[in-house]
Nanobody, 123 residues
Framework: VQLQASGGGLVQAGGSLRLSCQAS????????TAWFRQAPQKEREFVAS???????FYADSVKGRFTISRDNAENNVYLQMASLKPEDTAVYYC??????????????????WGRGTQVTVSS
């Protein structure tokens, strides 16, 4: 299976971006999928997740600004980001858990990772 994140770019503070996670070889709707991000000199952190049945969960730092969703027909998971702040600047990664059991909001819970996409928010 391969995961490909796309949609990153440079945006001014207050702007919006939509990230896409495209999967090949797996049907994303069967598995919990999450977005993480990693800023320079910082650890990778949880951003948002969506379960196989559509339940969503967000980090407090993005709640109310970011929305995670699925397009099962396209086998995509999206992260709609609004009201972006400079502190949202990071490389964003999508990840999938194909193991049994529910994931926690941490890196160890997800076993499949894609390459990241850079998001830069200017002030």
């Amino acid at each position: 299976v391969q995961l490909q994140a796309s949609g990153g770019g440079l945006v001014q503070a207050g702007g919006s971006l939509r990230l896409s996670c495209q999967a090949s070889g797996r049907t994303l709707s069967h598995y919990p999928t999450a977005w993480f991000r990693q800023a320079p000199q910082k650890e990778r952190e949880f951003v948002a997740s969506i379960s196989w049945n559509g339940n969503t969960f967000y980090a407090d730092s993005v709640k109310g600004r970011f929305t995670i969703s699925r397009d099962n027909a396209e086998n995509n998971v999206y992260l709609q980001m609004a009201s972006l702040k400079p502190e949202d600047t990071a490389v964003y990664y999508c990840a999938v858990r194909t193991l049994t059991g529910r994931p926690n909001a941490d890196v160890k819970s997800y076993n499949l990772w894609g390459r990241g996409t850079q998001v830069t928010v200017s002030s």
